[in-house]
């Protein structure tokens, strides 16, 4: 009797479950919108979970009794003492398959890495990072900007809107970011704009981060000097991971999963540098595939299968089942 397993990856913006079999095949693939419990509740964080699964599983033409391992990836999940909570919202999924609940990193770790074990740096409107050693020891971060681990695009911003100030009260360098957000926002000029600012007539948030990137491709030393900012910090955040599971002297992947990866050759580039000192046989690999694709592998980790020499197989035919999806 062929075995299912099922996939989630609940994030901060969208969230997407997968339907796949014992050989790696992709079957069924249900799509949602923000699902942090944190942001949305519990009570919607439920409902959004009973949706993806049921969407999911009639998508595959599959039965819930046939599910044999579950893998939950949740933005948000980041403390032992939330897993109670995180418990009571699955229960009215009523499954009878074994399953485990991970922070989302470690679904994005599980989809990129070649040896299902390593470090991962998600980048987006903000960033965390998570890692798994062999052993299936955790190294994390926080997950705070606020304690001082934010590089993804609203530090960014943030940061680029200090540099505009700087440069306007004499305290900084000329920089074109001025002239760019000026544009952006459509003021009439950088005092216009920086009123405008302070006094929350105008609003500036993460999804100004390309200009940032755009202002840097085209020279501008301060917005350069800001992507390469960002790509230490990232680094350094990857290293912090290393140490914890002391990986320094390890072959392993560094997967880079969001975003705000996208933006600019420069952060990966300074990310490389800071990991390379300290790790100089980590890889780093961009994640191509949907997270989810790691939920799926972690179900079947959960139910004893083995996984990695069906990864290769459930990332192409997850593909083809997007793609055919997206057709629709």
Same mark, same amino acid.
């Given at each position: 009797?062929?075995?299912?397993?099922?996939?989630?990856?609940?994030?901060?913006?969208?969230?997407?479950?997968?339907?796949?079999?014992?050989?790696?095949?992709? *079957?069924?693939?249900? $799509?949602?919108?923000?699902?942090?419990?944190?942001?949305?509740?519990?009570?919607?964080?439920?409902?959004?979970? +009973?949706?993806?699964?049921?969407?999911?599983?009639?998508?595959?033409?599959?039965?819930?009794?046939?599910?044999?391992?579950?893998?939950?990836?949740?933005?948000?999940?980041?403390? &032992?003492? $939330?897993?109670?909570?995180?418990?009571?919202?699955?229960?009215? *999924?009523?499954?009878?398959?074994?399953?485990?609940?991970?922070?989302?990193?470690?679904?994005?770790?599980?989809?990129?890495?070649?040896?299902?074990?390593?470090?991962?740096?998600?980048?987006?409107?903000?960033?965390?990072?998570?890692?798994?050693?062999?052993?299936?020891?955790? /190294?994390?971060?926080? /997950?705070?900007?606020?304690?001082?681990?934010?590089?993804?695009?609203?530090?960014?911003?943030?940061?680029?809107?200090?540099?505009?100030?700087?440069?306007?009260? +004499?305290?900084?360098?000329?920089?074109?970011?001025?002239?760019?957000?000026?544009?952006?926002?459509?003021?009439?000029?950088?005092?216009?704009?920086?009123?405008?600012?302070? *006094?929350?007539?105008?609003?500036?948030?993460?999804?100004?981060?390309?200009?940032?990137?755009?202002?840097?491709?085209?020279?501008?030393?301060?917005?350069?000097?800001?992507?390469?900012?960002?790509?230490?910090?990232?680094?350094?955040?990857?290293?912090?991971?290393?140490?914890?599971?002391?990986?320094?002297?390890?072959?392993?992947?560094?997967?880079?999963?969001?975003?705000?990866?996208?933006?600019?050759?420069?952060?990966?580039?300074?990310?490389?540098?800071?990991?390379?000192?300290?790790? &100089?046989?980590?890889?780093?690999? +961009?994640?191509?595939? &949907?997270?989810?694709?790691?939920?799926?592998?972690?179900?079947?980790?959960?139910?004893?299968?083995?996984?990695?020499?069906?990864?290769?197989?459930?990332?192409?035919?997850?593909?083809?089942? *997007?793609?055919?999806?997206?057709? +629709?």
């Amino acid at each position: 009797m062929t075995r299912y397993f099922l996939g989630f990856d609940v994030g901060a913006t969208k969230s997407h479950a997968l339907v796949a079999d014992e050989a790696g095949q992709a *079957l069924g693939f249900g $799509q949602g919108g923000p699902g942090n419990p944190m942001d949305i509740g519990h009570h919607a964080f439920a409902e959004l979970l +009973r949706v993806l699964t049921q969407e999911a599983l009639v998508s595959a033409g599959v039965d819930d009794k046939d599910i044999a391992g579950v893998g939950f990836g949740i933005g948000g999940y980041d403390w &032992p003492s $939330q897993r109670g909570p995180m418990l009571e919202a699955i229960r009215p *999924l009523a499954l009878r398959a074994p399953f485990e609940i991970v922070n989302d990193a470690i679904i994005a770790l599980l989809a990129g890495a070649s040896q299902g074990w390593g470090v991962a740096v998600i980048a987006g409107t903000s960033c965390n990072c998570w890692g798994w050693d062999q052993d299936r020891r955790v /190294g994390r971060m926080t /997950g705070f900007s606020w304690l001082g681990e934010g590089a993804g695009s609203h530090e960014l911003v943030i940061r680029a809107l200090q540099a505009v100030a700087r440069e306007w009260t +004499r305290r900084g360098q000329p920089t074109r970011l001025s002239e760019a957000f000026v544009e952006l926002t459509g003021a009439r000029d950088t005092a216009d704009f920086l009123e405008g600012l302070t *006094l929350e007539r105008i609003k500036v948030g993460a999804e100004a981060a390309p200009a940032v990137f755009r202002v840097a491709a085209e020279g501008d030393p301060v917005a350069r000097e800001l992507i390469l900012w960002a790509g230490r910090e990232l680094g350094d955040l990857a290293v912090g991971v290393m140490r914890q599971l002391n990986l320094e002297t390890r072959v392993f992947d560094v997967v880079l999963a969001g975003s705000f990866f996208n933006g600019s050759p420069l952060l990966v580039e300074a990310m490389r540098e800071v990991v390379h000192r300290i790790a &100089p046989g980590a890889r780093l690999v +961009r994640l191509h595939v &949907p997270p989810v694709v790691g939920g799926v592998l972690l179900g079947m980790e959960i139910a004893g299968a083995h996984t990695l020499s069906v990864r290769g197989p459930l990332i192409e035919s997850t593909d083809r089942l *997007l793609a055919s999806e997206s057709q +629709r």
